[in-house]
Nanobody, 123 residues
Framework: QVQLAESGGGSVQAGGSLRLSCAASGYIAARNCMAWFRQSPGKKREAVAHIHFGNTGSSYADSVKGRFTISVDNAENTVFLDMNSLRPDDTAMYYC????????????????WGQGTQVTVSS
């Protein structure tokens, strides 16, 4: 069993930065994939970025490419999402999720989810 706990959300002005953290507990393997998703009211949940715990590569949604960076601290089983140049349309509940196998953009393929952390960006 794996448990995920997000932290680091908050309120910032447009152009600001935030760092989200997702601490994973339980059995974590290098081939496991960690992803960040977000969902704002009335919208479908969307994938933002993903990375393997083995740190073999990361990918980003076009909407955040060049502004967000996903990284992993294997010693702490923690994945980070550094968000820069934040915009009001980045406002959402952000979730981390773990998939036991290869990374995917499809949320239904993820096995474990955190409770979410709210990010609010004001103009």
């Amino acid at each position: 069993q794996v448990q995920l706990a997000e932290s680091g959300g908050g309120s910032v002005q447009a152009g600001g930065s935030l760092r989200l953290s997702c601490a994973a507990s339980g059995y974590i393997a290098a081939r496991n994939c960690m992803a960040w998703f977000r969902q704002s009211p009335g919208k479908k949940r969307e994938a933002v970025a993903h990375i393997h715990f083995g740190n073999t590569g990361s990918s980003y949604a076009d909407s955040v490419k060049g502004r967000f960076t996903i990284s992993v601290d294997n010693a702490e089983n923690t994945v980070f999402l550094d968000m820069n140049s934040l915009r009001p349309d980045d406002t959402a509940m952000y979730y981390c999720a773990l998939r036991k196998f290869d990374c995917s953009w499809d949320e239904v393929l993820y096995d474990y989810w955190g409770q979410g952390t709210q990010v609010t960006v004001s103009s």
